[in-house]
């Protein structure tokens, strides 16, 4: 479980990397990339609280302040 709460760690913050470098770039409305950015950011913020459960707050603290020095 610890597994899976890391990878989903990690993996919520790659959604957050496509809203600011690729979404913008996309042949789409102004409509559609703002939907796609909103589902984009509301399935990062699912992962990452998944994964606060998963880990545990304290290990989520520790890799925050390792990200976020």
Not at 32 to 61: M, N, P, R
């Amino acid at each position: 479980m610890q597994k899976l709460g890391l990878f989903l760690f990690i993996v919520s913050f790659l959604p957050w990397l496509a809203v600011f470098f690729v979404v913008p770039f996309l042949p789409l409305d102004i409509t559609q990339k703002t939907t796609l950015s909103f589902v984009l950011a509301v399935g990062a913020e699912v992962c990452f609280w998944i994964s606060v459960v998963l880990l545990g707050k304290e290990i989520v603290t520790k890799y925050r302040r390792y990200l976020h020095p």
